[in-house]
């Protein structure tokens, strides 16, 4: 074949793989008094806003953007996201004016117990259906914010019951709403396989706290989210996170995140395509830089080169793109 045919198939390929995305922040608290890792102050929230659109990111609405990029179909370029968890009255009281005030769709994942329980802190069903009547997305962050996989247990009889309380959610949000997608986001993060593949049989999409954007190569029952708070609130360094690319490989064969007795984990990964310059790969695992190992043109492999520490720890890894970078991140658990 023509070099110069392979030249521009290679390209329209990567244009394929990764023009149509979006990426996506969370947040949880916006506040002055709360969990410095889980918070941003209403100050830096408002430099957010307001550098995205002095950047000319467009802030997408969520159902929207997966609807499309699932079907082929463009998004704005740029396109960003906005998500918080768990149903903090701060968000309502902080940040819900000012995207009101920007007319700015996001999404909301709420836990019920704590609302139904009018715990202190949490909004209220009123305070959610007003956000909803101006646009927001409200979705299952389960009935009890418990660990979901932390369990001595792992069994049809465990998945069983996660599968009812995530059910029963999303029964509540629905009695209270009216309607709500078939959306999890997993607390903490955490899931394995068995719950992904569960979500997989019943259409559901969900959503975990591993950074990189979202594509029509995702795998949407474990869809990345940017964090934007605590030592992750910094402007420049979510500047070059939003303006990244999500790596182009097949997400659906990534290990599953739950450590076992191999620890340090091994990711292996395949792209989905031959990149200009795949060779500058980096992963960054526990504050070291890696080089990963290439098993052939397309497939790579890297491991931290000592156990990872209890509770969650990440492998990132990214890739000079054009105007940017591609990025991957697995979050891996290790409880036992």
Not at 26 to 48: G, K, L, Q, R
Not at 271 to 290: D, H, K, M, T, V
Not at 311 to 318: A, E, F, M
Request: charged share 20%; glycine share 4%.
């Amino acid at each position: 074949m023509n070099r110069y045919i392979k030249l521009l198939l290679l390209f329209l390929s990567i244009n394929l793989n990764a023009s149509e995305h979006v990426n996506v922040l969370i947040y949880h608290h916006v506040a002055e008094n709360t969990p410095p890792s889980t918070t941003i102050s209403v100050e830096t929230f408002i430099e957010h806003l307001d550098q995205i659109s002095a950047n000319q990111f467009n802030v997408v609405d969520l159902e929207w953007a997966i609807s499309q990029i699932r079907a082929g179909k463009p998004i704005p370029d740029r396109s960003v996201a906005i998500t918080f968890d768990d149903g903090f009255a701060d968000i309502y009281h902080n940040a819900f004016p000012l995207l009101k005030e920007r007319n700015l769709p996001f999404t909301l994942f709420v836990a019920t117990d704590a609302i139904d329980q009018k715990k202190k802190g949490m909004m209220s069903w009123e305070m959610i259906r007003e956000m909803k009547a101006n646009g927001a997305i409200i979705a299952n962050h389960t009935t009890d914010h418990d660990y979901l996989v932390r369990k001595d247990s792992l069994d049809a009889e465990w998945l069983d019951s996660v599968w009812d309380n995530i059910l029963s959610a999303q029964n509540r949000i629905e009695e209270e709403i009216g309607e709500a997608p078939d959306w999890l986001a997993y607390p903490y993060g955490e899931y394995n396989n068995d719950l992904k593949h569960r979500l997989l049989e019943n259409n559901w999409i969900g959503f975990g706290q591993q950074s990189g954007g979202i594509a029509n190569f995702s795998d949407f029952q474990a869809l990345p989210r940017f964090p934007a708070a605590g030592i992750y609130s910094s402007w420049k360094s979510l500047n070059v996170k939003l303006a990244s690319k999500p790596l182009p490989i097949d997400y659906k064969s990534l290990p599953d995140p739950i450590i076992d007795d191999t620890n340090p984990p091994l990711l292996q990964a395949s792209l989905l395509n031959e990149l200009p310059r795949q060779s500058e790969l980096a992963c960054f695992i526990e504050g070291n830089s890696y080089s990963p190992a290439w098993l052939s043109k397309l497939s790579f492999i890297v491991q931290a080169n000592k156990p990872l520490p209890k509770g969650r720890s990440r492998y990132n890894c990214t890739m000079p793109a054009n105007k940017g970078y591609y990025w991957l991140s697995l979050q891996w658990l290790n409880w036992k």
